[in-house]
């Protein structure tokens, strides 16, 4: 009886389980036009980490505003990501076809350091669209400046990336759950690393603050023990 009680393990799991997939076709959905692939990944992670996983208004009223807000910016990350991507593929064809040539093949070994770097800031840039405001070569820095700061995480997403892709390519139906897991699996470390980013910048810039007002309060010190100096000289005089 207690295993079927509404607080119960079981119907946690189970809940927990219908939302991924509620998820899941959401950004299945979201990601129909193609171009909003970025934001539908953005809203996907904001829901699981609010919602799924924390509180929130509903899994499909957070997914939908965030997806919404996102657009403006997500769209273009997109079609920047996607750009780059096709030109990198296009580079590492060519070097693996013609690595007989020695300059080809170190060619084709720079080509692959770089894919390495973009496929590593590309699986934070939807975490970072989600969190963060600011221009899109501001959100590129970031997802690039996480990813190198976390690369033992970043490896493990990619990781659980390739697995992801691997399992829904060889059986379709697993795309209705697995999106939203992998994104179960990486929150974690991401939200760590990100929080982290956040308390050490509200910090500095407390700090700078208080530089930057300890300054005034100095010199308004001065003023006032000149004026209380030039006040008992005055009456010195006088007497």
Sequence with gaps: MGAFSYDGPLMKALTMMANMMIVSFYWIVGCLPVVTIVPSCAAMYHTMVKVVRGRGSGVTRDFFACWKN????GIPLTLMVGAFGLVMGFCLSFGYRNSQHSWVLAYFVIGC???????EMAVWLPAVLSRFEGSLGTLLRLSLYFAMKKPLATLLMLVFLGITVFLVDFYPVLALILPAVYVDLACGSVEKAMGAFQEQNIGTREEEEQEETLPEAAEISALEQARAMEE???EETDA
């Design 232 to 234: 008992t000289e005055g």
């Design 70 to 73: 996102n657009l403006r910016q």
């Design 113 to 119: 350091l770089l894919m390495l770097f973009f496929c």
